[in-house]
């Protein structure tokens, strides 16, 4: 195991190049210059353009930003924003606890419904219960996340007023509950799809009639053999989900005006802001990373015939 996980560390570094150098690339490719933007309509002064374009490396080739970049990472030190000239590392020290909130209460409405849900329509297949789920799923899978926001935004806060239409304070986690099921709406219908597929399969392998003939406890029998290896592609998506939820908390973000890493990446891509878009971006690499290689050890814990060579 301890090699296992040794060699999926040194495989993640080639992947974390390559994928902030095909972000950076991006970004700094981008027509327009954002130091000029930093003067809008008035005059700028070439002097100071200068000035700041060296300060902050942009005079320089952009693989050699790059590398100069990459160097301050492993340091911690992501930079500088050339916009409002605070620290990077300080933007996401403020924004990334918001969004780390609304992603896990997103992730836990997620595994709680979308298990359940599944549960019950795997073990209920072709009756009304497994109906209603597919059916229920279907319409949260065809609903873009921006239409179920608003619409949750106008029932629960504008006409029943049970929540404020808009959070007044991000750090209050009984403000979230709202935007989180909105984000994570869209997961556990996928999660509730896909539990209910693997369990209404595995219901009729060898080793479920097996652990009935042998008179085993209906309850030992879903908990511990059935659940248990229906799980495992479950697991897959849930691990890849909890960076995409982060990700993809820009539109829900802005709907609910949460002050999370959304909100800011989506000022600092309209002010050019670079150095805080690459910094953000970052960072949400690494926890993709880190979800996958915490998805492959849970795989040993499920699957005891999995063995890591």
Do not use: C
């Amino acid at each position: 195991m301890g090699r296992y996980v040794a060699r999926r560390l040194l495989q993640m570094i080639p992947v974390f190049l390559g994928t902030t150098l095909l972000i950076f690339l991006m970004v700094y490719s981008l027509p327009g210059d954002p130091v000029r933007a930093l003067w809008g309509d008035r005059p700028a002064d070439p002097q100071a353009m200068a000035r700041l374009k060296h300060e902050y490396w942009l005079d320089r080739p952009v693989l050699e930003q790059y590398w100069h970049y990459v160097s301050n990472v492993v340091k911690g030190d992501f930079g500088t924003s050339f916009v409002t000239g605070r620290r990077v590392v300080d933007v996401m020290s403020e924004v990334f606890p918001v969004t780390i909130r609304l992603a896990l209460v997103a992730f836990t409405i997620e595994i709680v419904v979308g298990l359940t849900l599944g549960l019950v329509s795997g073990l209920n297949r072709g009756k009304i219960a497994d109906k209603f789920v597919l059916l229920v799923t279907l319409l949260l899978v065809s609903i873009p996340i921006f239409v179920l926001g608003f619409i949750a935004q106008t029932v629960f806060g504008n006409q029943l007023g049970w929540v404020t239409p808009t959070v007044q304070d991000s750090n209050d986690i009984t403000q979230l509950i709202l935007p989180g099921i909105v984000l994570g709406s869209l997961s556990f219908a996928y999660v509730a799809r896909l539990s209910r597929t693997s369990i209404a399969e595995n219901l009729r392998a060898d080793y479920v009639r097996t652990a009935v003939a042998k008179g085993l406890p209906r309850r030992r029998v879903i908990g511990v053999h059935l659940m248990r290896n229906s799980l495992i592609p479950v697991v897959t998506f849930l691990g890849t989900d909890l960076g995409a939820l982060m990700a993809g908390a820009i539109v829900t973000e802005g709907i609910f005006n949460v002050h999370g890493i959304g909100n800011t990446l989506y000022r600092s891509i309209n002010q050019s802001d670079n150095t805080t878009v690459v910094g953000i971006v970052t960072v949400l690499v690494l926890v993709y990373l880190v979800s996958s290689l915490l998805v492959d050890l849970l795989y040993a814990v499920l699957d005891p015939r999995i063995r890591y060579v």
